[in-house]
């Protein structure tokens, strides 16, 4: 169990509650605060690091959890709005809705048709050629920072997050389904060689061994 809250019910027969810890300075709007933090998360949010979060017990935060997935599903006020909470495995975010999800795919298809900068083309040729890989693995390569061309071309679709990398924890990208429809091919394996195109076969390997 998470530090800071008791785990299971008190003595008293009370429900678990924040130990140590001041109370939430938006007390009284740990809704609109609950809401902000699944705005920026990147993965799923366990209900208990919500409530550490917002600053409200385990039990009062998911009640707050399960009241927005039914408002924002119309069962409250009935307005049909185009995303909606999940809870998918040990945690909650917030995703679009599945009807319209030929909507953004669209838009993400279309967004990725914008013509990419040569930096960007670089960073997804190693991510193609050597995925799944890590940010810094990439970084390596190009001996600059990629972070930000990495979350352009995830933005639109081109990678995605597999894994993590076993002994760092990094997170590890790969080429996506678009970017296989973009390219016309079913499979990594499709690819065409990469040595062909390098100017000596050397340089291919010194690449190999930058990555490992």
Do not use: C
């Not at 902000?36 to 979060?53: F, R, W």
């Not at 009062?60 to 185009?82: S, V």
């Not at 670089?122 to 990439?138: N, Q």
């Amino acid at each position: 169990m998470t530090a800071g809250f008791d785990d299971g019910v008190d003595t008293n027969g009370s429900e678990p509650e924040l130990s140590n810890r001041e109370p939430a300075q938006f007390r009284g709007d740990e809704r609109a605060a609950l809401e902000a933090v699944l705005m920026v998360v990147e993965a799923p949010a366990s209900t208990t690091d919500l409530a550490i979060a917002v600053g409200l017990p385990v039990d009062q935060t998911r009640q707050l959890l399960e009241g927005l997935a039914a408002e924002y599903r119309g069962a409250a006020d009935g307005i049909r709005r185009g995303f909606e909470l999940r809870e998918v495995g040990a945690g909650w975010r917030i995703y679009s809705h599945p009807d319209y999800a030929p909507v953004v795919e669209r838009f993400v298809r279309d967004g990725a048709t914008a013509k990419l900068t040569q930096a960007a083309l670089e960073t997804l040729a190693i991510v193609a050629y050597k995925g799944p890989i890590s940010r810094g693995r990439v970084s390596a390569v190009r001996g600059v920072n990629v972070d930000s061309v990495m979350r352009t071309l995830t933005s639109r679709g081109l990678v995605e997050e597999v894994g993590l990398e076993e002994g760092t924890g990094a997170v590890l990208y790969a080429p996506s389904d678009l970017f296989l429809e973009r390219m016309g091919i079913s499979s990594l394996d499709e690819l065409e060689p990469l040595t062909p195109h390098l100017p000596t076969g050397q340089a291919l390997e010194e690449i190999k061994d930058q990555v490992g």
